[in-house]
């Protein structure tokens, strides 16, 4: 059983750039978080896809979007880039609702906006 | 609006100290509430959680008790190893599912 991955690991854009993140989710996983992790503090949710439906956003802007696929995986879309967008992006994965059943967390991807 | 807030760190400890690091909340019902930890160069892991007032979560010796009267879920270990240090995170969904997650704890053990 593999665990939740993400890709790329590391990413450097300059602002006003696009960038895409992608995440696996673990097998049997149809629930999908996103989170943004500056440094030095704690996850800040973005949003959450279950069975390819957003399922629920925290305060982030629209240029933050997002897809989850009929596989379950998903990607994060972040469009013009900004200098605050520079964050460790997480993302994790559950059965169902992660209030009632462990979500795993991948390893994150580092954004580096210039 | 639901929210957690946890003590400021860094910590450092010497090894078989006995580690406290406080979590209080805010919430709308009673939410389960969760402590994740994150080891240097990995993502989250779930550590412990409780589902209601007065539950007790544990694991790998850590514990923390859900008190409904203080919003508090504190989370205590009798003997730290120099392998706990990482940075503890206390976390409560509200009811669509989103996490909060309080700003973290970083906790050193020396030996």
């Known amino acids: 059983e593999t665990g939740v991955t993400q890709s790329p690991t590391h990413l450097i854009k300059t602002r006003g750039q696009q960038v895409t993140l992608r995440c696996s989710s673990q097998?049997?996983?149809?629930?999908v978080s996103w989170y943004q992790q500056a440094l030095g503090q704690g996850p800040q949710f973005i949003f959450q896809?279950?069975?390819?439906?957003?399922?629920g956003r925290g305060n982030f802007p629209p240029r933050f979007s997002g897809l989850q696929f009929p596989n379950y995986s998903s990607e994060l879309n972040v469009n013009a880039l900004e200098l605050d967008d520079s964050a460790l992006y997480l993302c994790?994965?559950?059965?169902?609702?992660?209030?009632?059943?462990?979500?795993?967390f991948g390893p994150g991807t580092r954004l580096t906006v210039l | 609006g639901d929210s957690v807030t946890q003590m400021e760190g860094p910590v450092t400890l010497s090894e078989e100290a006995f580690l406290t690091i406080n979590c209080t909340y805010t919430?709308?019902?009673?939410?389960?509430l969760f402590w994740y930890v994150q080891y240097p160069g990995e993502g989250l892991q779930l550590l412990l959680k409780a589902t209601k007032a007065d539950d007790k979560g544990s694991n790998k010796g850590f514990e923390a008790t859900y008190r409904k009267e203080t919003t508090s879920f504190h989370l205590e270990k009798g003997s730290v190893q120099v392998s706990d240090s990482a940075v503890y995170f206390c976390a409560l969904p509200n009811t669509g599912n989103q996490f909060y997650f309080g700003t973290g704890t970083s906790l050193t053990v020396i030996p």
């Open positions: 919430a709308t019902g009673y939410p389960s």
């Open positions: 994790a994965s559950s059965l169902e609702s992660p209030s009632y059943n462990e979500q795993f």
């Open positions: 097998s049997g996983h149809n629930t």
């Open positions: 896809y279950y069975r390819e439906e957003e399922n």
